[in-house]
């Protein structure tokens, strides 16, 4: 993926310069006085820069009072300028081999210093290194701050989502091309992955291909195991777009006509994650929404055997918040954009797996992922 993937029409869609003043809004209500932000999905959220993790740092920092700026290694400072932060007006300032940048960062944050976040997935090294610099300050996650900014997606956000589940439903549609009889697990992965970066997307997040005893295993990915006549396999891809936002669907195949057993199952699940798609809207809880099907699952007698949650945010990660899960009282909003994959395993003997993205609307719910969902017998 390089930095200055996104054209500046479409950076200023999906990576607006009034980010950073809503996150540090967002920060000092929190009683924060700075943001720091090394490279991940909360820096390109922020600015549009899909930094490289370096051993050598690369931090945004958003002080509560004061201007945002970016500090980089010198031999990075061009890729940073090329992406979309040369386009938000702030300092970019490159340190070179012999700084230390955590002192930099220091020594420009306003004295008093006593409380900053930083993103969930700074490495270890560098929070250390940042507690040894700012000795006075108390370090906590940024995710509690902006998760609540990412959750909900603005119209540009969505439209990329949109993008992205279309791509991968091109991806799910010629499946028939490479999943049959006596070829492995691994070799239609392989076949899948070269698909999936031929079809708009310029990473392969993951590909999991189950067949039959191996699909009761939700996250069992490739083995050697050949593909036989009757088998039903859940096939599970995602990956991420040049907009940076990601894809994710499941769709459950059958190579040649599969146990009665399994059709039976199939169209339990088939009938819970349909009720769940059409329950999306603006106020129910995501415990409500996970409740719907698993409801309808537990009432057909398979109730032990869906056995993770319904779903899963989506957007610049492939799981991020709201997650569609018991005990999450949070209420759906305009936006917020999750996976809906109602899942059912019988341990030995097959699995199933209906996996739609869908983004809540005004008044309802759209399905981002627009592939059929009865079960597609391909010839055995």
Known sequence: MTD???????SAGLYPAERLELARKAAAGAGLDA??????????YLTGYQALPLERLTCLVVP???????VVPALERPAALASPVGD?????????ETDNAYELIAGRLPAGVRRVAVDNHMWAEKLLAFTAALPRAEAVLAGEVLQELRMRKSPAEVAALRRAGAAIDRVHRRMGEWLRPGRTEREVARDIADAILATDHVTVDFVIVASGPNGAS?????????VRTGDPVVVDIGGTTEDGYCSDSTRTY??????PDFRELYDVLQRAQHAQVEAVRPGITAEALDAVGRDIIAGAGYGEHFIHRTGHGIGLETHEEPYIVAGSERPLEPGMAFSI???IYLPGRFGARIEDIAVCTENSGERLNLTGRDLVVLPG
Do not use: N, Q, Y
């Open 254 to 259: 059958a190579v040649g006509e599969p146990h």
């Open 341 to 343: 994959e109602p899942g």
């Open 64 to 70: 509560t009072e004061g201007d945002a700026f970016l």
């Open 218 to 226: 939700p996250h069992h990915e490739v083995s050697d195991r050949v």
């Open 4 to 10: 200055s993937s996104a054209s500046a029409a479409d």
């Open 35 to 44: 943001l720091l932000i090394s490279p991940g999905a909360d820096l390109r």
């Open 88 to 96: 938000l007006g702030i300092d970019i300032t490159g340190f070179a």
